[in-house]
């Protein structure tokens, strides 16, 4: 695709509900990044990957968080059991490699009820 | 532990001046700085990239320097226009290549 895809766009659940957030990067593109975002606060880095692999996961804020890549292409984020405090918009990047500009996607609004 | 820190107040100015943003760190060593802009309900858009051995980059109305021993980067907008209104964001990358966030600065740009 042209850029990066997230979906869904918007995502309402109940708490203690479990969610799974899409990412397709762009194709070619080695690197994936999720941050959350709160309202009207910066971007919080979760996890990044390389190739399908997870070298740096000390962003992820409990075990109720986890993500996986299928090789150098899709990538899900999933919360289990959501809380109230897990309402954010959460966005992907990705990148051809390390130390080159990121391409974000426009980010997955969850709201848990 | 590592910290960024953008200009705490959102930054109001005139059509035409020069908007200064600042972005400092603290226990951090990055190799690259990255400023990006964030308009409401949009992800992050690239706008400058800048290496630890460079001192300044310019683009267009844009110009970022970067002074590894104040531990600060300042992001300036040049004649400024409406247009440019948004929140700017700096991101800094180590060596390990994660990627991390300020806050970000709200820009408003009076006609």
């Known amino acids: 695709g042209a850029g990066v895809s997230q979906s869904p766009s918007n995502k309402v659940t109940e708490k203690g509900k479990d969610v799974e957030l899409r990412c397709d990067p762009i194709?070619?593109?080695?690197?994936l990044y999720w941050y959350r975002q709160r309202l009207g606060q910066g971007l919080e880095f979760l996890i990044y990957?390389?190739?399908?692999?997870?070298?740096?996961k000390s962003g992820l804020p409990s075990d109720r968080f986890s993500a996986e890549r299928t090789g150098e292409s899709v990538s899900t984020l999933t919360i289990q059991r959501t809380q109230q405090e897990d309402s954010a918009v959460y966005l992907c990047?990705?990148?051809?490699?390390?130390?080159?500009?990121?391409?974000f996607g426009s980010g997955t609004q969850l709201s848990v009820l | 532990s590592q910290k960024i820190e953008q200009n705490s107040e959102a930054l109001n100015i005139q059509e035409g001046k020069t908007a200064t943003l600042t972005c400092n760190y603290t226990n951090y060593s990055p190799a690259y700085l990255q400023w990006y802009r964030q308009d409401p309900g949009r992800g992050p858009v690239f706008l400058l990239l800048?290496?630890?051995?460079?001192k300044e980059k310019r683009k267009e109305r844009l110009k970022v320097t970067f002074d590894t021993t104040l531990k600060q980067s300042l992001f300036h907008i040049t004649a400024s226009q409406p247009a440019d209104s948004a929140t700017y964001l700096c991101a800094l990358e180590g060596y390990d290549y994660k990627l991390s966030f300020g806050a970000g600065t709200t820009v408003t740009v009076r006609a």
């Open positions: 990957f390389q190739g399908n692999s997870a070298p740096d």
């Open positions: 990047a990705s990148r051809r490699q390390g130390f080159e500009k990121l391409f």
């Open positions: 194709s070619g593109h080695t690197a």
């Open positions: 800048i290496r630890e051995n460079e």
